[in-house]
T-cell receptor, first 114, second 114 residues
């Protein structure tokens, strides 16, 4: 089955700096890659996703890049703010067998310091 | 409803007891997923429902776990004869359909087995 690895497990940046989180996946059939943000005591929230037919997608301060050949994808957050502090999860799905069953990475605890 | 609602938010149970967790998805969302999140870990797929189709139960860890959903309404996840290793946050998510739609998660049920 699919295996998703995520690095780093913790990341501390100064406010205004950029943050980058990287994930690799094992199943070459995977073609959908979402990112979720989880704040303490809440369920994860979708922040951006990308499909395999594009290499990059941007939404304001957040961007995701995908390299299908190398089987890795990354989340980039620019001009970080204290409210960006949370746990971020990457995920991958191939959609095989019906449905959008996601395999998640183990999460990155991002801390934005003032 | 406005979001995915899960109840109870917290549950403490004695080892060997049965528990039932409830998920009320967003109206109109035909797909419903259950995931388990152990402390400091990623989300682990349990089961997927799509409309009136047979559910994908491939993630259920043992026959002590079962789930039901009638049509596109409420779902219940039942754990029989609970064990300490069942302690985790159980998250429910719904989405528009079986394709690559983003999930909307509930806030989860934190289960503690003592």
């Amino acid at each position: 089955g699919e295996n998703v690895e995520q690095h780093p497990s913790t990341l501390s940046v100064q406010e205004g700096d950029s943050a980058v989180i990287k994930c690799t996946y094992s199943d070459s059939a995977s073609n959908y890659f979402p990112w979720y943000k989880q704040e303490l005591g809440k369920g994860p929230q979708l922040i951006i996703d990308i499909r395999s037919n594009v290499g990059e997608k941007k939404d304001q301060r957040i961007a995701v890049t995908l390299n299908k050949t190398a089987k890795h994808f990354s989340l980039h957050i620019t001009e970080t703010q204290p409210e960006d502090s949370a746990v971020y999860f990457c995920a991958a799905s191939s959609g095989t067998g019906g449905g959008n069953k996601l395999t998640f990475g183990t999460g990155t605890q991002l801390k934005v310091e003032l | 409803g406005a979001g995915v609602s899960q109840s109870p938010s917290n549950k403490v149970t004695e080892k060997g007891k049965d528990v039932e967790l409830r998920c009320d998805p967003i109206s109109g969302h035909t797909a419903l997923y259950w995931y388990r999140q152990r402390l400091g870990q990623g989300l682990e797929f349990l089961i997927y429902f799509q409309g009136n189709s047979a559910p994908d139960k491939s993630g259920l860890p043992s026959d002590r776990f079962s789930a039901e959903r009638t049509g596109e309404s409420v779902s219940t996840l039942t754990i029989q004869r609970t064990q300490q290793e069942d302690s985790a946050v159980y998250l429910c998510a719904s989405s528009l359909g079986s394709g690559f739609y983003g999930y909307t998660f509930g806030s989860g049920t934190r289960l503690t087995v003592v």
